[in-house]
């Protein structure tokens, strides 16, 4: 049974977001972490609101631990997210909300984060989600503390301060919902060509990949269409978190579809000219954010909750074996 990592070989870059707690605790976790994949993102642990908990005080250990962790297991390491309106720690948003931070102070306050953390870990970090989730699926940018204080401009400020802090990472937009070709990824395609003319080191477009089987999935050709046109303007792209969900319980027939899910994202992405990085967004059933985000749906993951193999994992297998 070949792992993932050595099926993709040096074509691509195949990898998961490591839970923390999990890997810490868990020696069956830690290990299959370490031989199926050659690339991880930290699922939680590099967010804002872990990071800085309390203004002023950074604390990077669970970071730490999985940079050393992705050492040991020669593995690249995707960061994990500098802007995002999620998680983000209580005195911040508080601050904001109370008027003690103003508009002026909280731009400073963006800067020390980004030049901090990005700084901490300065080239040890493969690919940084510089902007999360900044466009919303009308196509609008997101209505979020980020916009509402400083403006539409704290996107550029935040790739220039990030590039200034690790020129070597490679820079990236990340969101949900801009797979196929959309109103949002139209939007993402304007606002990568726009910070591209103001000449902001932007490298790659990240598309998340969260599917449902309920919902149905894009072709992979319409995945790889799009990701060219991020390529035509000379972005690499990534698909950064494939979980493919489903309304439990599972059965034969979802488990299929579920195969089928993955399978086009991996197949878009190994379309796609410069598409070198897949990451799933969890790898096993045991450890999952969508049970306590979806009411009732879950099983999204290529492994069990017992760490058997799914009809997903051998399709990923028999996909990269094919490559
Ligand atoms: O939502 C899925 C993706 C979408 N794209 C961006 C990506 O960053 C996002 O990831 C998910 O982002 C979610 C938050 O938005 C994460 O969920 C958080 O995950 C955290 C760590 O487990 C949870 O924090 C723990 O909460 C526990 C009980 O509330 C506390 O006891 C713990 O101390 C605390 O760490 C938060 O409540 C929970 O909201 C998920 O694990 C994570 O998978």
């Avoid at 993102?41 to 050393?68: C, H, I, Y």
């Avoid at 209580?90 to 008027?99: D, F, I, P, Y």
């Avoid at 878009?268 to 954010?289: I, P």
Wanted: aromatic residues 10%.
């Amino acid at each position: 049974d070949r792992p993932l990592r050595e099926l993709a070989g040096r074509q691509l870059l195949i990898g998961t977001a490591v839970d923390h707690a999990a890997y810490t605790s868990d020696a069956t976790y830690r290990a299959r972490v370490g031989t199926e994949f050659n690339s991880i993102t930290a699922e939680n642990v590099m967010k804002w609101e872990v990071v800085e908990p309390e203004r002023g005080q950074l604390d990077f250990s669970a970071a730490d631990e999985l940079m050393t962790a992705a050492r040991r297991n020669g593995q690249q390491v995707r960061g994990h997210t500098l802007v995002w309106h999620n998680q983000l720690p209580a005195w911040l948003t508080q601050g904001v909300e109370s008027g003690d931070i103003d508009a002026t102070e909280l731009r400073g306050i963006l800067r020390r984060h980004i030049i901090d953390e990005v700084g901490h870990f300065r080239g040890r970090i493969h690919q940084w989600d510089v902007a999360n989730e900044v466009i919303d699926d009308n196509g609008q940018l997101r209505d979020t503390i980020w916009l509402r204080e400083l403006g539409p401009g704290y996107i550029a400020d935040a790739f220039r301060w990030a590039h200034q802090a690790d020129p070597r990472a490679k820079l990236f937009l990340n969101d949900y919902n801009v797979e196929g070709i959309s109103a949002k990824s139209d939007a993402y395609l304007a606002l990568a060509r726009d910070l591209l003319r103001q000449r902001v080191p932007v490298h790659g477009f990240g598309a998340q990949g969260h599917y449902g089987v309920q919902y149905g999935f894009h072709s992979a050709s319409e995945v790889a269409a799009n990701f060219a046109r991020f390529e035509k303007l000379g972005l690499e792209t990534a698909v950064t978190e494939a979980d493919v969900r489903m309304i439990m319980p599972t059965d034969n027939v979802k488990l299929q579809a579920q195969a089928q899910g993955y399978s086009v994202l991996l197949q878009g992405c190994l379309l796609a000219r410069r598409c070198n990085s897949f990451t799933v967004w969890g790898f096993t059933d045991k450890y999952s954010w969508v049970p306590g985000w979806f009411e009732g749906e879950g099983a999204a993951n290529l492994l069990d909750e017992n760490f058997a193999a799914k009809p997903a994992y051998r399709e990923l297998q028999a996909v990269l074996a094919l490559a």
